[in-house]
């Protein structure tokens, strides 16, 4: 039960832009996390954004959430190579804390040097 | 240095064997999950635990086992009745009942090959 559907599947850009992933999700939500994938290797939790924010910044990340499209997007800002990853939000239900988090498929983010 | 530990790193396992991924945590947290993810994929539930002793299926359960006996540990067996185990596991595991409010800490994983 894949609630979070990232898009772009896959993104390409030069080293310096800024990339843009978006995140869409089905029902109510306590809140919703990007994570991070190296190519295989483990996951590392970057943000976590509540259902009563619109947007958190932490370096240069920066995610935003409106709860009445169902979406969030993680724009990094002045990418580096060391940017290249796959990226997945996972949405936490708003309903009870003991329901896991459901993660999205990711978006496979590669920065050009 | 507190974390959590999969091992082993790379596991190949014969057709008709059952394997068992350990999975260990020293971060002291009550919640404890397996997910397994295929090539391009996302990750999908297999089982989960919030607690000692009490562990709830996922969306993928079929063909596979945990114990969790202790805090620590939580190990997946993946049985002969998985008839596609060829993935790449993680275990992961969040600081407490209500676990889902709160950031989820990946182990390195555990890449599984059935030959």
């Known amino acids: 039960s894949q609630q979070g559907e990232e898009d772009p599947q896959a993104l390409s850009i030069q080293e310096g832009e800024n990339a843009t992933m978006n995140c869409s999700y089905k029902?109510?939500?306590?809140?919703l996390q990007w994570y991070r994938q190296n190519s295989g290797r483990g996951l590392v939790h970057l943000i976590l954004i509540r259902s009563n924010e619109r947007e958190k910044h932490s370096g240069r990340l920066r995610v935003t959430l409106d709860t009445s499209k169902k979406s969030s997007s993680l724009l990094i800002t002045a990418s580096r190579a060391a940017d290249t990853a796959s990226y997945f939000c996972?949405?936490?239900?708003?309903?009870?804390?003991?329901?896991?988090?459901?993660f999205g498929k990711g978006t496979r983010l590669s920065v050009i040097a | 240095d507190g974390g959590i530990t999969q091992s082993p790193k790379y596991l190949f396992r014969k057709e008709g064997q059952n394997v068992t991924l350990s999975c260990e945590q020293n971060l002291n947290h009550d919640a404890m999950y397996w997910y397994r993810q295929d090539p391009g994929q996302g990750l999908r539930l297999i089982y989960y635990s919030q607690i000692v002793n009490d562990f709830q299926k996922g969306d993928i359960a079929e063909g596979y086992s945990v114990s969790r006996e202790k805090k620590e540990s939580f190990p997946l067996t993946v049985t002969s009745a998985q008839k596609n185990p060829t993935a790449f596991y993680l275990c992961a595991s969040s600081i407490s009942a209500g676990s889902s409010y709160n950031e989820q800490f990946f182990g390195p994983g555990t890449r599984l090959t059935v030959l």
């Open positions: 029902t109510s939500i306590n809140n």
């Open positions: 996972a949405t936490a239900s708003r309903i009870s804390g003991n329901t896991p988090l459901v």
